[in-house]
């Protein structure tokens, strides 16, 4: 504004009124003012270029992924399984042996000459059980006639003397025939074998032992079957007396 009035010739050379100097002195007042302001301004550093504007802050984030944890993998059920099928077992053929007709042959007799025997033994052993019983009374009564005459005799007379007893007719009431030995009757072995024991005050055998003369086949089996016989008691004097010395022969023979 100043400028303005400087510069216009046609303002300074108007005549001044006198209402107008106030209104000129404001506006200098308002120049003076201006001008101090902008002094001041340019003093405390101020431009007329824009300020730089601060760029915006920007707020940078990352993403941050963290392993998962792990999950367990699934346990497969099992399945079931089928076993297989046994295969069948082979079954080996049979291979019957070849038999010599004539080795055959001699087993079958001899099996039927065994039979034939046992049964051979069981009719002898009867009839000499039946034998046996009927000696063993006879010498029973024999003693009961003894004693009746010796009670009967008066006391001054001697008593007439015992008679000796003979172990020969001291019978078995029962016995068992001896086994032939299977290797005596393969060689076609014979003979007889003696046994020699003591009759107990029960009847039954102890101490057997083998006289001489015995085949060694024949010694076992002879044992084993005088240790089966049973006999009467000998009664002297009404009571069991032991019989010593009693004597049996077994005869092996092939028939």
């Not at 008066?154 to 001291?170: E, H, I, L």
């Not at 002297?236 to 022969?249: D, F, I, L, Q, S």
Request: hydrophobic letters at 40%.
């Amino acid at each position: 504004m100043t400028a303005m009035t400087m510069h216009n010739p046609t303002l300074a050379m108007a005549p001044r009124q006198p209402s107008g100097v106030w209104r000129n002195s404001l506006a200098a007042s308002l120049a003076v003012a201006l001008h101090v302001g902008v002094g001041a301004a340019l003093m405390l550093g101020w431009s007329t270029e824009k300020p730089p504007v601060d760029a915006p802050r920007v707020m940078h984030t990352q993403l941050v992924m963290l392993p998962a944890a792990p999950v367990p993998a699934p346990v497969p059920e099992p399945l079931a399984v089928t076993p297989p099928a046994p295969e069948p077992a082979a079954v080996p053929a049979v291979v019957k042996p070849t038999v010599d007709p004539q080795v055959q042959a001699r087993k079958l007799e001899k099996a039927a000459l065994a039979r034939k025997r046992v049964e051979e033994k069981k009719v002898e052993q009867q009839q000499q059980r039946q034998a046996t019983e009927q000696r063993n009374r006879e010498l029973e009564q024999q003693r009961l006639n003894q004693e009746r005459l010796a009670a009967a005799t008066p006391r001054a007379t001697a008593p007439a003397s015992v008679p000796a007893f003979d172990s020969r007719q001291y019978q078995p009431l029962s016995k068992e025939a001896p086994d032939y030995p299977e290797r005596a009757l393969d060689k076609q072995i014979e003979g007889d074998c003696s046994v020699e024991y003591t009759v107990n005050t029960q009847g039954r055998v102890e101490h057997p032992k083998v006289l001489e003369g015995c085949h060694p086949l024949f010694i076992r089996p002879s044992l084993a079957a005088a240790a089966t016989f049973r006999y009467q008691p000998r009664i002297v004097e009404g009571k069991a007396v032991a019989v010593p010395a009693v004597r049996n022969t077994f005869h092996y023979r092939i028939k």
